[in-house]
């Protein structure tokens, strides 16, 4: 496979690591004033580098919140630390993807591994943020997009805030674990706090880490933490998350090249998993984040349909 452009790096994130809250990686900058408290999320996979950029620029520029909380984390550092550019889509993770363990049964359970010895150190964190931005980015140059649970409260935030202007709506979960955003509470309809993720762009890309640091400043100055005006953006682009398919064999392929956003036909052969077919369940079915390189166990491709 071609390699990317490597226009983003790792830094060193050691001067980071001792916040304020007892958590490595988690800083806490309180106002002194009442609001809600927002969680800007970063690394949550390894080799995602825009909210590394993201986080630091809020910590180096000292941005300071007017009221309420502003609470930075580095997630998996430790998946970070082990990034090599002659491999650079082998940091996502080291064992467990971080972002589908984030329920009762896994953070309970009996396994063990660096994701699930992270979650269960952030856990506390996690549960005590009003709003979560989860700052992530994708393997293909794609246009960014936010994923989000279908309640209205993250819809609306989301329009608000406007870019990026592309929406991914789950209503039942991703159907392939439990994300960050769907922690506890926020994964409840009747719970008022906005979470979602936004994919900013290729994982290396200059401009996917800007686009990092602008979309966590819009959403501090949504809920009143920093003054920023937010812009008017184009009408939302929105897709409804049908079903995520699991690859299940090795010899896992599409039928043709994709990297996201491609639409198909009713009933056309997506891609051939051993002996299963798997076909575009609707009209206009759009493909997201389709894999790279076929894992059996790791998410092959999202099969959505657009609402608009």
Request: charged share 20%.
């Amino acid at each position: 496979m071609t390699t990317p452009r490597l226009e983003v790096l790792p830094r060193d994130l050691e001067p980071y690591r001792k916040g304020n809250t007892g958590i490595d990686w988690i800083h806490r900058i309180d106002s002194g004033r009442p609001g809600p408290n927002v969680m800007i999320n970063a690394l949550t996979h390894g080799n995602e580098f825009c909210g590394m950029v993201a986080a630091t620029h809020l910590l180096d520029r000292e941005v300071r919140p007017l009221i309420g909380t502003m609470t930075v984390s580095f997630a998996n550092v430790e998946a970070y630390r082990s990034f090599d550019p002659a491999r650079p889509f082998e940091s996502r993770q080291l064992v467990h993807n971080l972002n589908r363990i984030w329920s009762s049964e896994w953070l309970d359970g009996p396994q063990d591994s660096p994701e699930l010895r992270r979650a269960r150190e952030m856990r506390p964190a996690v549960a005590q943020a009003d709003h979560i931005l989860d700052l992530h980015s994708t393997s293909q140059d794609v246009q960014p997009f936010w994923v989000y649970p279908a309640y209205p409260r993250n819809a609306a935030a989301s329009v608000a805030i406007g870019r990026p202007n592309v929406h991914l709506v789950m209503p039942s979960g991703l159907g392939s674990g439990t994300p960050l955003i769907q922690h506890g509470a926020h994964g409840q309809q009747s719970h008022q706090g906005v979470a979602m993720v936004a994919e900013c762009g290729q994982h290396f890309l200059k401009t996917t880490s800007n686009l990092a640091i602008e979309v966590a400043l819009d959403f501090l100055a949504h809920f009143g933490l920093i003054e920023r005006e937010l812009g008017s953006h184009a009408s939302a682009l929105r897709y409804e998350l049908i079903r995520t398919h699991v690859v299940k064999n090795q010899n896992f392929r599409f039928t043709r090249p994709l990297i996201g956003f491609e639409t198909f036909n009713e009933g056309e052969l997506i891609a051939i998993d051993g002996d299963e077919e798997v076909h575009a369940p609707c009209a206009n079915c759009t493909v997201l984040m389709p894999t790279r390189e076929p894992i059996v166990g790791r998410e092959g491709v999202y099969l959505t349909r657009p609402l608009n």
